[in-house]
């Protein structure tokens, strides 16, 4: 809309996944929630129509689940804007998230780039055993690599071991590949991909696959070499439960209990959580279908509440057909709408609030509040098997490979190792097909879009202004104005941090509105408070202390753009564009940052906001609220000098002066949109 053309360069599909709640089951949610979310999903299928995009509309499943069944195909390159895009990576291609400033460049048949990343192999060898799946393949090595140990890289996995796994398997590892910071993990195609490209109806795109693969293509090049091999003996991995709070604490299941132990949490299980779209494929319903089998034979049903969310309508109709879902409603499950529910925050549970309890998921992010709001909640990360037999025990000390269930009788009962199907012998059942959109529909150019005038959760994007050039009001030319530090966060600070999810996730097409929550769940380092900043420049009728979003208003309504100062890492997590656009909205101009998350950080750029790194950490701990920061050397790089080096002027609330070097990641085409103010207004007078 915002470029002026009349269909989208590139195929595109909308899915809509987010909005969908998860409070009593499957039919009623959904129906309640498009009720309530009516206007937004109106916009997005007006939108769709107006310029030929493929509209999914709510209940037809989880993107990534969706673009696996119906887009992705070995050896493309894909762009989405969720983190979770390299879940297509299962089908051996490099599917990479992006914020959705980067899907405009796609949209709009703009160059789209990206800094070089580093090739990490990932040599895989032996054989899965009994209870250990792909979903323990990937929380091990998120263990192993941390965080951030994927940033600026992707994983390629190679060797005897990628063969043995299904697709959904390996899509399964490249979805939580975004735990490590990874651009996207890939696989060479095997003969596993080609099964489901058959079993999803894809044979012509199977066929070329092959004849691709017997050209040589589609595989690592003999003799590739990477930058860094990691060595992973499969035969020896256990299944393995990370968490709480972030996905890269890896505890091996053999030793889950003593931790639980020696962190003296409570041992109780209170929900079990299975589906998303890292782990709702056939196989892993089946698998789970196959121990609560077990359990019912022994008389058992799951002694917490136990959730499922099926990644779309056609693995939900599948497992209908296939009796997977009467397996699980048998031991008391509950299924949820074809999206990620609980997964983004939409989980209502009354029994649990403010309460420190346990939960364990099948899903692929555990950060406090995620699931329910609650950030007493400890979602700890699992495979849907491990998930489903604890939620039998109630006890997070139990290990189902080894430890038994006291039946009623007294009598002892053991799971056996779980055993699914990859594949429905049957094929898939479409389900609904009404859900399925016309494919490559043509642009419809009268359609209206639609956004209501008074609407509280959509507004239209109003260009921001560039902060050079005539009209700027800016004096320093081509440096930037003098900022103002809002605060210095503390240590992590994710996405979620920046613009929480949860109630907040109705208003994102409200930029106005949803800016409210700004760093709301961020520390301040000056004090170590949380949503607190201090306004050093108030006048009488305000007070010195306000929530963060408070003082960022105060400062946009002076004119006085400002500067964040940050830690290491900072905007992990999820690829939310809003954490980029709302420091913009409120006049934020620059931040500086012990090191960025690579999505977020061009994010910041797209918004026309100016990332830099501390060239020497250290230098954090120097600038505080209040102190007044100035470019040097901005005006050399927007000129053209790609070396260009900047430099900070910091002057301190109390008079003192010095100047401290950064780096920064900005490419010559990053360096159009911050002049431009963004890379939209970029794009815009490229078109015209
Ligand atoms: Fe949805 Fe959760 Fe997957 Fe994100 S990670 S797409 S919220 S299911």
């Given at each position: 809309?915002?470029?002026?053309?009349?269909?989208?360069?590139?195929?595109?599909?909308?899915?809509?996944?987010?909005?969908?709640?998860?409070?009593?089951?499957?039919?009623?949610?959904?129906?309640?929630?498009?009720?309530?979310?009516?206007?937004?999903?109106?916009?997005?299928?007006?939108?769709?129509?107006?310029?030929?995009?493929?509209?999914?509309?709510?209940?037809?499943?989880?993107?990534?689940?969706?673009?696996?069944?119906?887009?992705?195909?070995?050896?493309?390159?894909?762009?989405?804007?969720?983190?979770?895009?390299?879940?297509?990576?299962?089908?051996?291609?490099?599917?990479?998230?992006?914020?959705?400033?980067?899907?405009?460049?796609?949209?709009?048949?703009?160059?789209?780039?990206?800094?070089?990343?580093?090739?990490?192999?990932?040599?895989?060898?032996?054989?899965?055993?009994?209870w250990a799946t792909p979903k323990d393949l990937i929380l091990?090595?998120?263990?192993?690599?941390?965080?951030?140990?994927?940033?600026?890289?992707?994983?390629?996995?190679?060797?005897?071991?990628?063969?043995?796994?299904?697709?959904?398997?390996?899509?399964?590892?490249?979805?939580?590949?975004?735990?490590?910071?990874?651009?996207?993990?890939?696989?060479?195609?095997?003969?596993?991909?080609?099964?489901?490209?058959?079993?999803?109806?894809?044979?012509?795109?199977?066929?070329?696959?092959?004849?691709?693969?017997?050209?040589?293509?589609?595989?690592?090049?003999?003799?590739?070499?990477?930058?860094?091999?990691?060595?992973?003996?499969?035969?020896?991995?256990?299944?393995?439960?990370?968490?709480?709070?972030?996905?890269?604490?890896?505890?091996?299941?053999?030793?889950?209990?003593?931790?639980?132990?020696?962190?003296?949490?409570?041992?109780?299980?209170?929900?079990?959580?299975?589906?998303?779209c890292t782990n709702s494929s056939y196989e892993d319903m089946?698998?789970?279908?196959?121990?609560?089998?077990?359990?019912?034979?022994?008389?058992?049903?799951?002694?917490?509440?136990?959730?499922?969310?099926?990644?779309?309508?056609?693995?939900?109709?599948?497992?209908?057909?296939?009796?997977?879902?009467?397996?699980?409603?048998?031991?008391?499950?509950?299924?949820?709408?074809?999206?990620?529910?609980?997964?983004?925050?939409?989980?209502?549970?009354?029994?649990?609030?403010?309460?420190?309890?346990?939960?364990?998921?099948?899903?692929?992010?555990?950060?406090?509040?995620?699931?329910?709001?609650?950030?007493?909640?400890?979602?700890?990360?699992?495979?849907?098997?491990?998930?489903?037999?604890?939620?039998?025990?109630?006890?997070?000390?139990?290990?189902?490979?080894?430890?038994?269930?006291?039946?009623?009788?007294?009598?002892?009962?053991?799971?056996?190792?779980?055993?699914?199907?990859?594949?429905?012998?049957?094929?898939?059942?479409?389900?609904?097909?009404?859900?399925?959109?016309?494919?490559?529909?043509?642009?419809?150019?009268?359609?209206?879009?639609?956004?209501?005038?008074?609407?509280?959760?959509?507004?239209?994007?109003?260009?921001?202004?560039?902060?050079?050039?005539?009209?700027?009001?800016?004096?320093?030319?081509?440096?930037?104005?003098?900022?103002?530090?809002?605060?210095?966060?503390?240590?992590?600070?994710?996405?979620?941090?920046?613009?929480?999810?949860?109630?907040?996730?109705?208003?994102?097409?409200?930029?106005?509105?949803?800016?409210?929550?700004?760093?709301?769940?961020?520390?301040?380092?000056?004090?170590?408070?949380?949503?607190?900043?201090?306004?050093?420049?108030?006048?009488?009728?305000?007070?010195?202390?306000?929530?963060?979003?408070?003082?960022?208003?105060?400062?946009?309504?002076?004119?006085?753009?400002?500067?964040?100062?940050?830690?290491?890492?900072?905007?992990?997590?999820?690829?939310?564009?809003?954490?980029?656009?709302?420091?913009?909205?409120?006049?934020?101009?620059?931040?500086?940052?012990?090191?960025?998350?690579?999505?977020?950080?061009?994010?910041?750029?797209?918004?026309?906001?100016?990332?830099?790194?501390?060239?020497?950490?250290?230098?954090?701990?120097?600038?505080?609220?209040?102190?007044?920061?100035?470019?040097?050397?901005?005006?050399?790089?927007?000129?053209?000098?790609p070396s260009a080096t900047i430099k900070i002027k910091v002057?301190?609330?109390?008079?003192?002066?010095?100047?401290?070097?950064?780096?920064?990641?900005?490419?010559?085409?990053?360096?159009?949109?911050?002049?431009?103010?963004?890379?939209?207004?970029?794009?815009?007078?490229?078109?015209?």
């Amino acid at each position: 809309m915002s470029a002026g053309l009349s269909r989208c360069a590139v195929p595109v599909s909308i899915h809509c996944d987010h909005l969908i709640q998860a409070v009593t089951g499957a039919e009623a949610d959904l129906e309640k929630s498009i009720v309530s979310n009516k206007e937004v999903f109106d916009f997005l299928e007006s939108a769709a129509r107006k310029y030929g995009i493929e509209f999914w509309r709510p209940g037809s499943g989880i993107i990534h689940q969706i673009v696996l069944e119906n887009y992705a195909a070995p050896g493309m390159l894909m762009l989405g804007t969720d983190s979770h895009t390299p879940n297509a990576g299962g089908l051996g291609l490099l599917a990479i998230g992006v914020g959705g400033a980067d899907a405009v460049d796609a949209m709009t048949g703009t160059p789209w780039e990206l800094k070089a990343p580093q090739v990490v192999g990932i040599h895989l060898t032996g054989k899965l055993d009994g209870w250990a799946t792909p979903k323990d393949l990937i929380l091990h090595i998120a263990g192993k690599l941390t965080v951030r140990g994927g940033t600026g890289r992707i994983l390629e996995y190679f060797g005897p071991g990628v063969s043995g796994q299904s697709c959904t398997g390996l899509a399964t590892i490249a979805n939580m590949g975004a735990e490590v910071g990874a651009t996207t993990s890939t696989f060479p195609y095997t003969e596993r991909m080609r099964a489901y490209l058959n079993k999803t109806g894809r044979a012509p795109v199977a066929r070329a696959a092959d004849e691709a693969a017997s050209r040589g293509f589609l595989s690592a090049d003999e003799g590739a070499e990477y930058d860094e091999v990691i060595e992973i003996n499969l035969s020896e991995l256990e299944p393995t439960i990370n968490g709480p709070f972030t996905p890269d604490l890896a505890t091996p299941l053999s030793k889950f209990g003593s931790f639980v132990k020696e962190n003296g949490w409570k041992d109780e299980l209170s929900a079990g959580l299975i589906g998303s779209c890292t782990n709702s494929s056939y196989e892993d319903m089946t698998s789970v279908a196959d121990l609560a089998r077990q359990a019912k034979a022994a008389g058992l049903t799951t002694k917490v509440p136990f959730l499922c969310t099926p990644g779309s309508e056609q693995i939900r109709a599948t497992m209908e057909r296939d009796k997977v879902t009467a397996a699980l409603e048998d031991v008391g499950a509950v299924v949820l709408a074809n999206a990620c529910g609980p997964c983004i925050g939409q989980w209502k549970r009354d029994d649990k609030k403010d309460e420190e309890n346990a939960i364990l998921t099948s899903f692929n992010r555990n950060f406090k509040s995620r699931n329910d709001g609650n950030r007493l909640t400890m979602n700890f990360l699992a495979s849907p098997t491990v998930v489903t037999a604890m939620s039998f025990a109630g006890k997070l000390s139990f290990n189902p490979a080894t430890d038994s269930i006291t039946l009623p009788s007294g009598k002892p009962f053991k799971f056996s190792p779980p055993t699914g199907q990859d594949l429905p012998a049957a094929g898939f059942a479409p389900g609904d097909t009404s859900y399925y959109p016309q494919p490559a529909p043509e642009p419809q150019p009268k359609t209206e879009v639609i956004i209501s005038k008074d609407s509280q959760r959509l507004e239209v994007l109003e260009p921001f202004s560039s902060p050079f050039g005539e009209g700027s009001g800016n004096p320093r030319g081509l440096e930037l104005p003098s900022l103002k530090v809002l605060m210095r966060v503390r240590g992590k600070c994710t996405t979620d941090h920046i613009s929480a999810a949860g109630p907040w996730l109705k208003y994102k097409g409200h930029l106005t509105n949803i800016s409210e929550n700004l760093l709301i769940t961020a520390v301040n380092d000056e004090g170590g408070d949380v949503n607190v900043a201090f306004d050093h420049d108030h006048d009488s009728s305000q007070p010195h202390t306000d929530t963060i979003p408070g003082v960022a208003k105060r400062l946009k309504a002076r004119n006085q753009p400002w500067a964040l100062i940050v830690d290491d890492n900072y905007g992990e997590g999820s690829a939310r564009e809003h954490a980029a656009l709302q420091p913009r909205f409120y006049g934020c101009a620059m931040i500086v940052a012990r090191s960025f998350a690579r999505i977020h950080e061009t994010n910041l750029k797209k918004q026309g906001v100016l990332p830099v790194w501390f060239a020497d950490k250290a230098d954090y701990s120097r600038i505080g609220a209040g102190d007044t920061l100035e470019t040097i050397g901005l005006a050399d790089l927007l000129n053209g000098n790609p070396s260009a080096t900047i430099k900070i002027k910091v002057t301190k609330r109390d008079g003192e002066i010095f100047e401290i070097p950064t780096t920064h990641t900005m490419s010559s085409d990053q360096v159009n949109w911050l002049r431009a103010g963004s890379a939209l207004n970029y794009i815009r007078s490229q078109m015209a």
